[in-house]
Structure formats: structure tokens, C-alpha cells
């Protein structure tokens, strides 16, 4: 049966719009353009100050957390957004889908810019937020449009799609042929609904970008569309053959291949003129300076890649400006109140008394909120559950959210997990996209030592990965952590390795040497499953050093931590016992980390003697501990271990090592 117009839903993102004659940008090259702008060109490829370690940092964020910090230094961004992206003009893709919106199908974008509205004759009625949608408009713009409000910050996207317009997506998709076109699947505001929106969908096809044979992002697409794909409704459209005019080779181009298949199924015509034209290079952009004082700007972006020194001393020079010092100085100060430890935990202290006097009560809190925040980032957990252990329904996120960590360092995993999830939850209800990601990513971790495995790759993809970029460099960082974790215990160490790198380039760019050191000693697990004994002496060497000394030019939180040393000390046992092997050894350093306060590091200490003991031919009674304690706690990986130590018909892989990260 033939297509017919009526039959679509068709959803443009910003690659529709990159293709001549409109040679508009997409966000990485804005990105770029206000880095340079802003004196920042190290994070830029191909500039000349490149420093490749800054170009990945700044290359895992998206465009809200950028734009969301530039409009809270005084930059209008809107303004400048729309004197961008009100040049060119539209292209093949663009008229389209003006015809296919002229002829019945719904048509959305998240694009700002009016290129299918330019379209010559197209008369489109359009609804862009912050408009109410309604019955009959063809041409849906859900997060705005040149010369209107937009959509731009972390918060606003945070918010998720309005009520009103979650209902017209789901009426447009009801039964008809859904197509992406020059979409990535990373708005985050309709990344938690599409699975569930297109389960009405007859079925789907995506146009994009080929790479290597395959589109573009695909396991992203499958896992964004899980419950599509499952059933066999994704179809990633192929590359269509190149139209007369071009030359042989040129690369395929997402904009021609959905104009061809509009073409072949007669639901829209575009001129060969036009086809031609998308295949031209696009031309280097002019951009407009950025309106409003960049002394202010500069600073902000540096704090949220990471560069908290250099944001430091960008404030300090912009203090010198006239009638500039109270607002640096303030500036200053809330930068090193979030990011100290426990001497500031202590000079908050009678800050945090304010709580107590009714008309200083919001000083109060935020004090002592950040002094709990500071007794987490040093390791003193005890004391974070005595402050949070009284949580009410509308308790700040914050405090469930070191609540949990401090859970799942000294309690039930499972608790830990289900607190996080409730934090995350919470987080998005205050549009806060640095707590919804460290909600998550605690949310993570505590499913990964729970060896929930399923659902700890679920949250990564689903929540951890989407609110890091929204968030900071550091959650980026940090769900490469984990997804490198998952990696260990697919048994696939080349991916974990690759992950891990990815996590400390951006923790080293920050200068987070506690987040170096966590994956150093992650690492050690990667190198034991590669049977890398050379590779492992190396990390376990820099490792041992960087959690005693730390380096003064980095901050580190937790130097010569217990908790750090007795991770680094489990896993030199393991190796100890499996890879050298030198059972003496490695009894004597497990032994000594059966008195950890942490229980899952007593838990992994038992078991690692019951090892032993099964290694001797002893009856390993520390089995029976071992799954005591992992029992309490939750962590299914150490329990179903020293159950299979236990029973009378082990199998032969008994004694395998163990990968804990």
C-alpha cells in the first residue's frame, strides 16, 4: 500500500539544516565559537592552543549547560542564537518538508531556525513554545524559534516536555510511519518519552549520518528506541545512490537521502538543483560578537569544564574592573566554598547555626548543606548519616543524595540504590541537572557493587549519561567510570580500558585527583582480566603514590583515605593470589582488611581467604563470613561466590579471580 503524506511523522533535528544552501551550524561548532570568543581556544580542535586533553572535555557536553551558564553571566544568548542562525537559506531537506507538512503529515523540529517556514510558497501555520498546541497547525516547534523564546538552558530542558505538548506528540505518532532525519536522539527533555510514545508508531525510520557502515550513533538509537528495535520496527535508512551532478565518492548526506526517499515514495519533489546543492562544502560562518560582557562569561565556562583554578583567577582579574569587586569577590567565595574540604566544613560550622533564626534560616541551610557536602567529598560518612538521618518529603535533594552515598559506602546497597533513585527523582523536580546527575550516577554505583547489572546499564543510559553532559565535565567522567565497570564484568577489558582513559582525561583536565585515583585503582581490575602483569605493576606503582602524596597542583579530597588504601590493597591480594601466585602473600593482606570498617571490603577480605583456604584443601569456613556480610549488605557478586565455595559439587572455575571495581 502506498505511503500517503498523512501517513508521517516526520522529526527534524540540527543536521536537516547543515547541508547548502542553509550552511547553518550545529552545536559543536557554536560551542567552538564561543570558547574562541571567550579566550578559551584550547578546548577547540585545530586551533593552535589545542590541548587535546581540553577538547574531550569540552566535547561531552551539550548545549544547555553552556548556554544556561553564559545567560547567568549577562551574555543573550538568544539574541545571539537568533543573528546565527537567520542566514542562509533553505535546502533540499527543507522544502521537503514543507511539502510533506503542506500535505498532511505533522511535521516537528527542534531546530530554531525558520528555514522550512522559508520555503517559497510553503504558507505553513506553525506552533512554537511557548505556544499551547493545537488541532490543525502542521509544523510543531517544541523548544521555540528565531525571534521567540527558546529552549536553551539545562534547567528548562530538566523540566521535561510540556503536558500539553507530551499529548500532541502522542496524538501526531498514533498509528503512523514515524522518521528522524538529521537527528542524534540527545534532547533530553524527549529522550525519557520516546520509547514509551512509540509504541504507537506503525514503525521507524532514521535518517543520519553513516560512519564505518553504520549509521551514525546506532547503539544509541537502538537503546533510545529499546522497545522499538526489540520488535523489529527500527530501520536505519541506507545511504541513497548520489543524484546526477555530484562526483563519485562524495560522502552520503542524511538531507539527500531523506529527500530521495520522499522522492521514490511521491510525497515530495525537490529540484536536482537543489539535490546538488546539499553536497556543497559549507563555507566557514561569520559569527556575531557575544553580546554582553564576556569578563563574567569566561570564568563561568571554565567552572563548568572543570578549570576551577583558572575560573579563580579569571574572577580575581575581573574584579579589578570598576564596581566589579563585590560581585567577584562573591564569586570567589562560593567557588571555594563548593569545592572545599574539611577546613571549610569547619568554617561553616557556625554559619550553619543560622538555621536555627527565622529570618536567617536560608543562609543556614545553605551553609550547612555545603558543610555535609564537604564531610562527603573527605570520606567522613558517619558523620554525613547523623546530619541526614531525619529526611523529610521535601528534604533538598542534596542531602539524600550524600545520604545514599554514605549508604552504600557503610550499609545495604539496595538501600543505597533505591535512596539515589528517590534523590534523582527529587533532583528533576528542582531542575537541577548537577544533583539529578550525582543522584544517578550514586544510583549507578550502588546497583554495579549490588551486581545489578541490568539495571545499573539501564540507569547509566538512561539517566547518568543524559544529566552528565547537562551537569559538568566530571559526570561525564564519571559515567565513563561506570560504563567502564560494566565493561569488567562483561569480561571485555580492551572497552573498560577505553573507558577509563576517556574518565581521567577529563578528571585530569579538571584536576580531580580523587577522581584519577578511583580510576587507577578501577584500572588494576582491567589489567588482571588482560593478564597484564607489566601493565598492572605500572598502575599499581602510580597508584600507591598519587593516594599517599597527591599532587599539590590537584585537588584531592581524600588523600591516604582508608577506604583508598584498603581497595588498593584487596586488589594487589587478588593478584597476589591469582596471578602470581604467592598465597602467603595475599593471606596476609586480605587478612588484614577482614577488620575494614567498610563491610564490603571485610566481605571481599573473607572471601578472599576462603579462596585460599579452597586453594589449600582446607574447608573455607571464612565462606560462611564472607556471605554473612555480603548478605547484609547486599552485594550478590561476594555471596553467590562464597555460596559456590561452599557447596560440596564446586564446579571447576571455583577458584577464578575475582573483578571488583
Known amino acids: 500500500m502506498p505511503l500517503a503524506a498523512n501517513d508521517l511523522f516526520v522529526f527534524a533535528g540540527a543536521g536537516v539544516s547543515v547541508s547548502m544552501p542553509a550552511g547553518l551550524p550545529v552545536f559543536d561548532w557554536l560551542r567552538d565559537e564561543v570558547l574562541n570568543q571567550l579566550g578559551l581556544s584550547g578546548y577547540v580542535p585545530g586551533s593552535g592552543s589545542a590541548d587535546l586533553r581540553l577538547v574531550e572535555v569540552a566535547s561531552g ?208 519533489d525537490v529540484s536536482p538543483g537543489l539535490a546538488v546543492r546539499l553536497f556543497d562544502p559549507v563555507p566557514p560562518m561569520c559569527y556575531p560578537p557575544l553580546p554582553g560582557a564576556d569578563r563574567w562569561a569566561r570564568p563561568a565556562v571554565q567552572g563548568l569544564l572543570g578549570d576551577y583554578r583558572g575560573a579563580r583567577r579569571s574572577y580575581l582579574r575581573a574584579g579589578l574592573h570598576p564596581g566589579c569587586q563585590r560581585k567577584a569577590a562573591g564569586a570567589l567565595a562560593t567557588s571555594f566554598i563548593n569545592h572545599g574540604g574539611n577546613a571549610i566544613a569547619a568554617l561553616l560550622a557556625p554559619a550553619a547555626l543560622l538555621a536555627r533564626l527565622e529570618r536567617l534560616v536560608q543562609v543556614g541551610e545553605a551553609a550547612r548543606r555545603k558543610r555535609v557536602s564537604a564531610w562527603s567529598r573527605t570520606g567522613r560518612h558517619e558523620a554525613v548519616l547523623r546530619a541526614t538521618r531525619l529526611p523529610s518529603r521535601d528534604t533538598v535533594s542534596t542531602y539524600l543524595i550524600l545520604r545514599s552515598e554514605a549508604q552504600r559506602m557503610t550499609g545495604s546497597l539496595d538501600d543505597a540504590a533505591q535512596l539515589a533513585d528517590t534523590a534523582r527523582t527529587r533532583a528533576l523536580t528542582e531542575h537541577h541537572p548537577v544533583r539529578a546527575a550525582h543522584a544517578a550516577f550514586q544510583q549507578c554505583l550502588a546497583l554495579l557493587w549490588a551486581e545489578r547489572l541490568n539495571e545499573a546499564r539501564s540507569c547509566l543510559v538512561d539517566h547518568l549519561k543524559p544529566y552528565a553532559a547537562l551537569a559538568a565535565s566530571r559526570w561525564v567522567a564519571w559515567a565513563d567510570f561506570i560504563a567502564a565497570g560494566l565493561a569488567i564484568r562483561d569480561g ?170
Open 61 to 268: 557536553l551539550v548545549p544547555e549547560p553552556f548556554m544556561l551558564e553564559l545567560s547567568r553571566a549577562g551574555i543573550d544568548v538568544q539574541a545571539w542564537l537568533g543573528a546565527v542562525l537567520s542566514a542562509g537559506e533553505p535546502n533540499a531537506a527543507h522544502h521537503a518538508l514543507a511539502q510533506l507538512a503542506g500535505s498532511g503529515a505533522r511535521v516537528w523540529t527542534v531546530n530554531f531556525d525558520d528555514m522550512i517556514e522559508k520555503v517559497p510558497g510553503a504558507m505553513l501555520r506553525r506552533v512554537a513554545w511557548p505556544q499551547e498546541p493545537y488541532d490543525g497547525a502542521p509544523l510543531m516547534k517544541p523548544h521555540g524559534s528565531v525571534g521567540g523564546s527558546l529552549i536553551v538552558t539545562a534547567a528548562q530542558v530538566l523540566a521535561g516536555l510540556d503536558g500539553a505538548w507530551l499529548e500532541r506528540l502522542r496524538a501526531d505518532v498514533d498509528g503512523r510511519l514515524v522518521v528522524f532525519v538529521g537527528y542524534r536522539g540527545r534532547d533530553l527533555d524527549f529522550q525519557s518519552v520516546w520509547d514509551i510514545v512509540l509504541e504507537k508508531a506503525s514503525g521507524v525510520v532514521w535518517f543520519d549520518r553513516w560512519v564505518g557502515g553504520e549509521l551514525f550513533e546506532a547503539d544509541h538509537k537502538r537503546l533510545l528506541l529499546r522497545r522499538v528495535a526489540a520488535r523489529g520496527d527500527l530501520v536505519f535508512a541506507p545511504p541513497a545512490p548520489l543524484p546526477p551532478g555530484v562526483p563519485a565518492g562524495a560522502p552520503p548526506n542524511p538531507s539527500w537521502d531523506f529527500a530521495a526517499w520522499c522522492g521514490d515514495h511521491h510525497l515530495a
Open 492 to 661: 571485555a577489558p580492551d572497552t573498560a580500558l577505553a573507558s577509563f582513559d576517556a574518565a581521567e582525561t577529563r578528571f585530569q583536565a579538571e584536576a580531580l585527583l580523587d577522581g584519577i585515583v578511583s580510576v587507577k585503582i578501577a584500572r588494576l581490575a582491567a589489567h588482571r582480566l588482560r593478564d597484564d602483569a607489566g601493565g598492572y605493576a605500572r598502575e599499581l606503582a602510580q597508584v600507591t603514590a598519587l593516594s599517599r602524596s597527591g599532587d599539590r597542583r590537584q585537588r584531592y579530597y581524600t588523600r591516604r583515605n582508608t577506604f583508598t588504601a584498603e581497595s588498593i590493597d584487596l586488589d594487589r591480594a587478588e593478584f597476589t593470589r591469582a596471578s602470581r601466585p604467592d598465597l602467603p602473600a595475599a593471606w596476609s593482606l586480605y587478612s588484614q582488611a577482614t577488620a575494614s570498617r567498610y563491610p564490603l571490603h571485610a566481605a571481599l577480605a573473607h572471601l578472599g581467604l576462603a579462596l585460599i583456604q579452597t586453594e589449600r584443601g582446607q574447608d573455607p569456613d571464612h565462606a560462611r563470613i564472607a556471605a554473612q556480610i555480603a548478605g547484609q549488605i547486599g552485594c550478590r557478586l561476594i555471596t553467590t561466590r562464597a555460596r559456590q565455595l561452599l557447596a560440596l559439587d564446586r564446579a571447576d572455575d571455583t577458584l577464578r579471580p575475582v573483578f571488583f571495581c
